[in-house]
């Protein structure tokens, strides 16, 4: 585990009392926000939880729980309260959005070559010579909730990825605020989460990233952000992403550079980013009205769409 | 009687004359029969057009599925909704959203 735990003190009016710290966890940078007194208790308790969830979800460590459970497809295996919960999360989201966001394609990731904690992965990968399958057999997982045990159909393996790092901030939001320790923004790799606001200020002032004069005053909740711009890599001659279309288990194609999602909590926005960036311009945007959340669409010819509350452009901003 | 108000002279001009009131009355009918056609067609569209309306995209869900509206945590605040300031702020970032 690499850890940052760096303290540094961010450049903002009315916030100078703010601080902030950092550790890698998850595949990501998580950093925390809120004020000196209390980042020195909460660093350590969120950066644990962090640690366990870890642990416990990656894929990418062999010896984790979720290995350990993909490692045994067609066999009943008990697993962890955190697993069932997080699974349980999984699927549900899976059937809100009608199977576009689908937690059974780590074997369609690793065979367009997300092998590897992608810090990591080698980004000019040899051609493919595997065809991906498509996804759903998230359908055909047998879970018994009394005693925990899930059954993995053969050929599925899972990969839960961006809701659990979602689920991860806001288990560590209500682990601070049962102690008391507030005001706080969590923020893991973009994907993040407040409790309370800044003293003085009101809200959390939050840039979208590529956008200049684009930030969102966050009260409450929760924002994610979903795109294929950071975690893209070569195999062979062809640019690959961790987006899957299901039905194809390819990476989806789209003229649609992000999709910010704001939500109640931060796996919803990100199971809805991901899920609205796959569905695209034409099909997003009603997804997320369905749902009752807000985003905002930023396409590949610079062209913004709001959807639902996403704040208005404040008059005199332009892009 | 002709078109000038004569009694018709001969058996061919009567005829001549029933010829033309058929060639009328059929122009009517006709007429009468594309209207009624056209009606129907728009009235069919109008229909088809507020089905299609009503029908949600293939994709959408028509109401917010259990994952997207939890119940509220009233402890953790976890749930409670989502706000923002209405527009967006002059305020310099404290941090900033990024792809993942």
């Not at chain 1, 009943?76 to 999984?90: I, R, Y």
């Not at chain 1, 689908?102 to 992965?121: C, H, K, M, N, V």
Request: net charge positive.
């Amino acid at each position: 585990m690499k850890t940052v735990n760096e303290i540094k003190r961010p450049m903002a009016m009315k916030m100078d009392e703010m601080a902030a710290g950092a550790f890698h966890a998850m595949g990501t940078t998580v950093a925390i926000h809120a004020p000196q007194s209390v980042l020195w208790h909460a660093l350590p308790l969120v950066q644990s939880l962090f640690i366990k969830w870890e642990e416990t979800l990656s894929r990418f460590k062999p010896d984790s729980e979720l290995s350990r459970l993909n490692d045994s497809s067609g066999t009943p295996v008990e697993v962890s309260p955190l697993l069932w919960t997080v699974l349980e999360a999984a699927l549900a989201a899976a059937k809100a959005t009608r199977g576009i966001f689908d937690p059974g394609l780590e074997s369609q990731l690793r065979a367009i070559g997300y092998r590897a904690d992608f810090e990591t992965l080698d980004r000019h990968q040899p051609p493919a010579e595997r065809r991906a399958r498509p996804g759903g057999l998230w359908r055909s997982i047998d879970c018994r909730p009394e005693r925990r045990t899930v059954t993995l159909p053969p050929g599925l393996r899972l990969d839960f990825g961006g809701i659990a790092k979602g689920m991860a901030v806001d288990a560590a939001v209500a682990r601070l605020d049962a102690r008391g320790l507030q005001p706080a923004l969590i923020d893991a790799g973009g994907d993040l989460a407040v409790l309370s606001t800044p003293p003085g200020l009101g809200y959390w002032p939050v840039a979208v990233e590529g956008l200049d004069g684009e930030t969102v005053g966050v009260i409450r909740g929760a924002l994610a952000t979903s795109g294929p711009s950071r975690r893209n890599w070569l195999q062979g001659d062809r640019r690959r992403h961790h987006l899957l279309d299901p039905v194809t288990g390819q990476p989806a194609e789209h003229a649609l550079l992000s999709v910010s999602v704001l939500a109640p909590t931060c796996a919803q926005a990100d199971v809805a980013a991901k899920t609205a960036w796959i569905l695209g311009r034409e099909k997003g945007p009603a997804f997320l009205l369905a749902q009752g959340l807000s985003g905002l669409f930023r396409g590949a010819d610079a062209r913004l769409i709001r959807i639902g509350d996403w704040p208005a452009r404040a008059q005199g901003r332009d892009a | 009687m002709n078109a000038s108000g004569e009694r018709p002279s001969s058996n061919r001009e009567r005829w001549l004359a029933r010829v033309k009131r058929f060639k009328r009355g059929t122009l009517w009918l006709s007429l009468a029969g594309f209207s009624a056609l056209c009606a129907l067609s728009a009235e069919h569209l109008v229909g088809v057009t507020a089905q299609a309306a009503n029908t949600p995209p293939a994709s959408a869900t028509t109401s917010p599925s259990p994952f997207f509206s939890p119940p509220a945590n009233s402890q953790t605040g976890l749930g409670n909704g989502v706000q923002t300031v209405p527009q967006t702020v002059p305020t310099m970032p404290l941090t900033q959203t990024r792809v993942s």
